[in-house]
């Protein structure tokens, strides 16, 4: 790659693009990358320096344009699964990454907890990375004989065109829920931003759509080539029973009906498991083949994971939305026999709007809720919880700022048959105050606690 925007990463030769970011100015690190070896800068204004420097009206257009000019055909070959939504995304493309590893296929997934090709595993900073960084793992897993990627396509990266030069022979649409507002200030613009994935699908690509979500006609009216999932999709939900670990559904496809028991649970994973079902039929994959290999895969790290102790259930999982906490708690209300107890909090510097939501979802669904920090960043904790308890009309909670403390408290409170929820987090194994990032794991809280019950 003959490209880099981080002046510490520059090696002999390569040009620096000095990209003027949110928090950091590449403009103010030039005089580091040439002293790592830039031959040239690319910048957005005049300045001194040793090496040759080309002024453009924007270092981010110009980087965009130059790797899709001089490195996309390199991924021709490759088949591209993309997929979008409000929720699902990274559950769905973990479990069609797993499917299609099992299947003896070359595969690379990316997005929200990380990129996975072969054993090795990277933590990235973003659901869908910038796109210097998506080109470089691209090429590297190419080179390495990668010939399918799943990625996780978020509404930002379609926004910001981080996937430009890529063609998608298969892209998904999960669902599309109230989030991210404060970026897109209404669900109008970011209906329109998700639209945009159909955009990078090659000419006889397959859309595969949630039928039983309001938007899912807004893309599949613009796609005729398409698969959908739901209870009158192609691939038509029957009826299903679950236990907390497992479900077994019956559905029917092309006129033949079909049972299926995996290691997942809650409605909401029907959908998920749905569509990595959909996107292997999309591949040519026979179905009965899907399914002797469907029982054998898990959800991602953070996802439902499920966790037996005290003679209760303790489940971790990524829910952070006002819709995925309604779904997971009516999920696990399904399966309760006696209390259903929820961990939750809200993200500082995101969207203000979904808290009050999130506050009365989490109390009229749950028997009892522990309110806690989750990532706060910036702002001040009380603030957000003023926030959220702005949408609490029951007084079945209680208010614990210390997330490892709330997680004690909560698996304290738990008796014989109970589920704890603890939500917001699911694979993050940190928690932002302020600028710092500190280690805070809800898996090794609980799996400490429940070791030291022996």
């Known amino acids: 790659m003959k490209y880099e925007t981080d002046s510490r990463k520059v090696q002999n030769g390569q040009i ?86 099992a299947l003896g296929y070359k595969v690379a997934y990316l997005g929200t907890i990380g990129f996975y090709f072969g054993e090795e595993i990277q933590v990235l900073e973003n659901t869908t990375p910038d796109i210097l960084t998506l080109y470089k793992l691209l090429l590297d897993a190419q080179n390495k004989g990668c010939t399918h990627v799943v990625m996780e396509i978020s509404s930002h990266s379609l926004y910001y065109e981080r996937i430009a030069g890529l063609k998608l022979k298969i892209g998904a ?99 998920n498991f749905l569509t990595a079902l959909a996107i292997g039929q999309a591949l040519g994959i026979d179905i009965n083949l899907l399914l002797e290999i469907m029982p054998n895969i898990k959800a991602p790290v953070g996802r439902c994971e499920t966790y037996e102790g005290k003679n209760a259930y303790v489940v971790i999982d990524y829910a952070h939305t006002p819709d995925a906490v309604e779904k997971i708690i009516d999920s696990y209300n399904e399966l309760k026999q006696k209390q259903i107890i929820t961990i939750i909090g809200c993200g500082g510097d995101r969207d203000p709007l979904k808290r009050p939501i999130m506050g009365n979802i989490a109390t009229e669904k749950s028997d009892f809720v522990i309110f806690t920090n989750d990532n706060p960043r910036t702002e001040d904790p009380e603030a957000i919880m003023n926030d959220i308890l702005k949408g609490v009309k029951k007084d079945n909670y209680q208010v614990i700022f210390d997330r490892k403390e709330a997680i004690k408290k909560g698996l304290d409170m738990l008796e014989k048959d109970d589920i704890l929820l603890i939500l917001g987090k699911g694979h993050e194994d940190y928690q932002i105050i302020g600028h710092e990032k500190y280690h805070l794991s809800d898996k090794e809280e609980v799996l400490d606690y429940l070791k030291n019950l022996i």
């Open 16 to 101: 620096f693009v000095a990209i003027k970011g949110h928090t950091v100015d590449g403009h103010d690190y030039i005089s580091n990358a040439i002293n790592n070896g830039a031959s040239k800068i690319i910048a957005e204004h005049p300045m001194k320096a040793s090496v040759e420097v080309e002024v453009v009206p924007s270092t981010e257009e110009y980087l965009k344009k130059a790797l899709v000019k001089e490195y996309s055909s390199e991924f021709k070959d490759m088949t591209f699964i993309g997929l979008t939504g409000t929720n699902g995304k990274t559950t769905t493309c973990f479990l069609t990454y797993q499917m299609l590893k």
């Open 173 to 271: 649409f999960t669902n599309l829920t109230e989030d991210h507002l404060d970026f897109h200030k209404t669900m109008e613009n970011y209906l329109h931003e998700k639209l945009k994935i159909l955009n990078y699908l090659t000419s006889d690509g397959i859309f595969i759509a949630n039928s039983d979500d309001k938007y899912a006609p807004s893309f599949l009216e613009k796609w005729p080539k398409h698969l959908t999932f739901g209870y009158n999709g192609d691939f038509k939900i029957l009826n299903y029973h679950f236990t907390p670990a497992k479900t077994t559904l019956n559905f029917a496809f092309l006129g033949n009906n079909y049972q299926v028991t995996y290691n997942l649970t809650g409605k909401f994973n029907i959908y």
